[in-house]
């Protein structure tokens, strides 16, 4: 009975305390600035460093040379890479040039010393702060939801000319078995000489007739990778968005809720690392499970080196194509959204161990609410990826 | 975050749409290797349940509509619109060849 009375009170101080930060964060962003705290933004040692930890006590940071230094940390390791790592005469191989090397190492630790900024300055932030936009027409939004959008904008361009990209070679490449039911001949009457582009789809490996096995008669066993990572890239949205929704919850005690938080976000976390295993197993890899039977990509000739696959034999007649174009349009784009999630994995894991020590509580929850909109966006691109490169 | 879906939380019925509409998917492609419907219907279902599920989250997991600050939110999603439907009209949908006719500058 002791012990509860004991639990009440701290519960009570604990309540009191929250509600005296909510009433002091507010304040602050409700109350129009006076004289003085004009004079504190601006004008004296309140105002936080460009390149130092910042005073939050005194509103939000509006300087930082962070960015700018990762963006010039980027140019010159995006150079460097695309430098060193070239195509070879041919156009059919890479090739490994070493004097831009050292362009990729200070790029990279241009990176890092834009990322150790930004960390010291984000440091001093305890999260109960939320600071406002106040430039149109987001006034009285998050500033960093506002970010996250913005960010995502840009995300949606870098897909987007993915698959603009696949859309015009998919259209502007004849199919390889539209040649092939021609005997060797394009639609246009001219023939086909081997080694010719044309367009082998990699649903033609993953979901077409090209698959040999099929342990669960509907699906071939080729795609239930595939199959499986919709599904678990699904239900990890919806563990982002239960993890949010446990963290905004009041009637739970602080370690029941922290204990919910930390089970959604890292089954988030272990969903998402099965995304990326069973996308090198299709690869790379290749399964033999019991009945279940699928080569992987490469093991069966599918790569953005393969200028002369033997397609067709079904009927004894096949001709040799160049997939490359096929290839390359599929590992770049489906790479790229991987990348996506293996970026996901990484703040999840952080994520995980912050929920672990108790930090995410109804007043500081938002970096979950932020996480989730890159999780959902990642989702969503999967959502398109999944049809037009797998199924299609 | 107390949104409902007939009268149920909307996070749980958009899971559940997005799970089944998944599962009708890769029925479809099923039925199409199998020869049960034709291509042309497997792309209409593929691209008219995209459409949907990709609605469903942006809407409801993304807190697209039902937020105070949804409609600037969504404005902002559909600010790229502009330079993907321009990427798409004069790349995607080209004749083959067209790049060709670039003058040099324009190629690598």
New interface residues.
């Given amino acids: 009975m002791k012990a509860n009375i004991e639990l009440t009170e701290e519960r009570i101080a604990e309540i009191i305390e929250e509600k005296m930060k909510e009433y002091v964060v507010k304040k602050r962003n409700h109350a129009p600035p006076s004289h003085d705290d004009h004079h504190d933004d601006h004008h004296d040692d309140h105002h936080g460093s460009a390149w130092g930890p910042h005073d939050w006590e005194h509103g939000a940071p509006h300087n930082s040379w962070a960015p700018i230094i990762m963006s010039f940390g980027f140019t010159i390791f995006l150079f460097g890479f695309a430098s060193t790592f070239v195509m070879n005469d041919d156009m059919n191989n890479t090739v490994y040039n070493g004097n831009y090397l050292s362009m990729i190492l200070v790029g990279l630790a241009v990176i890092c010393s834009g990322l150790l900024i930004w960390w010291r300055q984000d440091l001093s932030f305890d999260g109960h702060y939320e600071p406002k936009s106040a430039g149109a027409p987001f006034q009285n939004i998050d500033i960093r939801k506002v970010g996250m959008w913005v960010f995502l904008m840009s995300e949606m361009m870098v897909f987007s000319s993915l698959f603009t990209t696949y859309i015009r070679y998919r259209m502007g490449t004849e199919s390889c078995q539209t040649i092939l039911d021609n005997h060797a001949t394009y639609s246009n009457g001219l023939p086909f000489s081997p080694g010719d582009a044309c367009w082998v789809p990699a649903s033609y490996f993953i979901a077409g007739e090209h698959a040999e096995s099929w342990t669960l008669v509907l699906l071939p066993d080729t795609l239930v990778p595939g199959a499986i990572n919709t599904f678990a890239l699904i239900i990890s949205s919806f563990t982002v968005v239960l993890a949010l929704k446990t963290a905004k919850r009041t009637d739970l005690e602080p370690t029941e809720r922290s204990r919910k938080v930390r089970n959604y976000l890292g089954a988030t976390l272990v969903l998402a690392t099965l995304f990326l295993i069973l996308k090198m197993v299709e690869w790379f890899v290749g399964f033999s499970i019991g009945p279940f039977y699928a080569p992987s990509l490469m093991s069966d000739g599918y790569t953005i080196h393969n200028e002369l696959y033997h397609f067709g034999g079904h009927g004894g007649e096949y001709i040799d194509v160049n997939l490359r174009l096929s290839a390359a349009t599929f590992f770049v784009a489906t790479g790229t959204h991987g990348a996506h999630v293996l970026a996901g994995i990484i703040g999840l894991t952080y994520m995980t161990y912050k929920a672990h020590k108790g930090s995410y509580n109804p007043d500081n929850s938002v970096s979950i609410e932020y996480f989730g909109l890159y999780w959902h966006f990642v989702d969503l691109v999967w959502v398109l990826v999944f049809p037009a490169f797998y199924l299609y | 975050?107390g949104h409902t879906i007939f009268g149920k939380d909307a996070?749980n019925m958009n899971?559940a749409m997005?799970?089944i509409l998944?599962a009708v998917?890769?029925?479809a492609?099923?039925s199409s290797?199998?020869g049960d419907i034709s291509e042309q219907m497997?792309?209409f279902i593929?691209?008219s349940?995209?459409v949907v599920?990709?609605l469903g989250?942006?809407f409801i997991?993304?807190h697209l509509r039902m937020e105070p600050?949804s409609n600037?939110?969504t404005?902002?999603?559909l600010?790229?619109s502009f330079?993907?439907l321009m990427?798409?009209i004069f790349?995607?949908?080209?004749?083959?060849?067209a790049p060709d006719s670039l003058p040099a500058w324009c190629r690598f």
Avoid: H, Q, S
């Avoid at chain 2, 790349?91 to 060849?97: H, L, S």
């Fill in positions: 975050m996070y899971f997005l799970m998944t998917e890769v029925g492609v099923a290797v199998n497997v792309i593929l691209v349940i995209g599920k990709f989250i942006a997991f993304m600050d600037i939110l404005l902002t999603a600010f790229p330079f993907i990427m798409f790349i995607a949908i080209t004749v083959p060849g």
